[in-house]
């Protein structure tokens, strides 16, 4: 990716608190392309914030060359002087001011800006965010999802050299949240200009972001699109921390019958497909197999193992199945209502071509 190409670079972030005792971000790296979202997606405590912060220049990193937005260096430059726009989670407007003069106050600050070209952006992000009916009205009158939209608009109208986004939609409802982030993707798309997108709801990361970037302890885990996030986890932690239900997990080893390769758990001792093997067998011993719960089949017979059914629950156009197998809890994921009952006993096979294969410290094998 060339210079010229990225609105936004992060580069060997370091931010650090109390004089260096907590450490909050470690050599964060990203590239966000002109034109490009990016989802900050971790646990809280994990960085994200800060991360976003120090781009918009509401922390101070402690390298100097942290910081670049279309080539320059911002590390040490004022958040004024940055032309970025955040959007907090609260929508913070002006009791006092109409949704029009709450939309324009930045521009209201700016001499260099005058009346009509205010009032220009104005009706234009009014008209992208579905607001002209509601430009004389005050936040009392308005929805919570009416409320983002006033906040996007007035960040909109600054035209800033990138979108910075803190958790926007985190204090809507469901079917809000699912609109409001259908409305900012197609609001991104439109003025193609770099968003960073800061959520620790893995649904909306999968579905918003053309990258995700998986943030553990300040630390990046894995940087990558959403497609490659899900079914090619770096880590254990990623593996986990992306798809609801969680990924089951078997503690395996790998032995060698003098025929074929073996994977051996206190649940199944089953042959390896060849393919596999030959990657795996120069690795490790020991194997943390992970299976996302869509990849495993239920049947009446001829499966890897067997469990007991303890409660099936209707999602919808699915139906999850948990199993309890030697003690452990295990999760299936059905098309439709399934026909298992509580009490059932079902075989259960597994799609090892969709399978993650950890060592004993996390770290995916292949």
Same mark, same amino acid.
């Given at each position: 990716m060339s210079n010229q190409s990225i609105g936004v670079r992060v580069h060997h972030l370091r931010k650090t608190f109390r004089r260096g005792e907590v450490q909050a971000c470690d050599d964060v790296n990203?590239?966000?392309?002109?034109?490009?979202?990016?989802?900050?997606?971790? @646990?809280?405590?994990?960085?994200?914030?800060?991360?976003?912060?120090?781009?918009?220049? #509401?922390?101070?990193?402690?390298? %100097?060359?942290?910081?670049w937005v279309n080539g320059k260096n911002m590390t040490r430059v004022a958040p004024k002087d940055r032309n970025l726009a955040f959007v907090f989670q609260e929508t913070a407007m002006f009791p006092h001011l109409t949704v029009r003069r709450n939309i324009s106050f930045g521009l209201d600050m700016r001499r260099k800006v005058n009346k009509a070209e205010i009032n220009r952006r104005v009706d234009d992000a009014a008209q992208m965010l579905k607001l002209q009916q509601l430009l004389d009205r005050y936040p009392r009158e308005l929805s919570g999802g009416q409320g983002q939209r006033v906040a996007l608009g007035r960040a909109i109208v600054t035209e800033?050299? $990138?979108?910075?986004?803190?958790? @926007?939609?985190?204090?809507?409802?469901? $079917?809000?949240?699912?609109?409001?982030?259908?409305?900012i993707?197609?609001? /991104?798309?439109?003025?193609?200009?770099?968003?960073?997108?800061?959520?620790? %709801? /893995?649904?909306? $990361?999968?579905t918003i972001g053309d990258k995700i970037a998986v943030m553990k302890d300040?630390?990046?885990?894995?940087?990558?699109?959403?497609? +490659? &996030?899900?079914?090619r986890p770096v880590n254990l932690f990623v593996g986990t921390f992306i798809?609801? @239900?969680?990924?089951? +997990?078997?503690?395996?080893?790998? /032995?060698?019958?003098?025929?074929?390769?073996?994977?051996?758990?206190?649940?199944?001792?089953?042959?390896?497909?060849?393919? &596999?093997? /030959?990657?795996?067998?120069?690795?490790?011993?020991?194997?943390? #197999?992970?299976?996302r719960p869509e990849f495993l089949r239920l049947g009446d017979s001829q499966g890897d193992f067997t469990g007991v059914v303890k409660l099936t629950?209707?999602?919808?156009?699915?139906?999850?199945?948990? &199993?309890?197998?030697?003690?452990?809890? &295990?999760? $299936?994921?059905? +098309?439709?209502?399934?026909?298992?009952?509580?009490?059932?006993?079902? *075989?259960? *096979?597994? %799609?090892?071509?969709?399978?993650f294969y950890f060592d004993e410290n996390g770290m995916a094998l292949i």
């Open positions: 990203l590239d966000i392309a002109q034109g490009e979202l990016l989802v900050l997606l971790g @646990p809280s405590g994990c960085g994200k914030t800060t991360t976003l912060r120090c781009i918009a220049g #509401l922390e101070l990193p402690d390298n %100097d060359d942290a910081i800033p050299d $990138a979108f910075l986004l803190d958790e @926007p939609l985190a204090a809507l409802d469901a $079917a809000l949240r699912v609109e409001m982030r259908t409305e993707k197609l609001i /991104q798309r439109r003025l193609k200009t770099a968003m960073i997108f800061v959520t620790h %709801d /893995q649904e909306e $990361a999968l300040g630390v990046v885990q894995q940087e990558d699109t959403p497609h +490659q &996030i899900y079914h798809g609801s @239900p969680p990924i089951n +997990q078997f503690q395996c080893s790998l /032995q060698d019958d003098g025929t074929t390769w073996r994977l051996i758990s206190r649940h199944f001792n089953i042959a390896l497909p060849d393919s &596999i093997a /030959q990657r795996l067998k120069p690795i490790s011993a020991l194997v943390i #197999l992970g299976l629950e209707l999602l919808g156009s699915r139906t999850l199945v948990l &199993i309890e197998s030697e003690g452990e809890e &295990i999760r $299936a994921l059905v +098309q439709g209502a399934s026909q298992v009952k509580e009490g059932d006993q079902v *075989s259960l *096979s597994l %799609d090892l071509d969709k399978a």
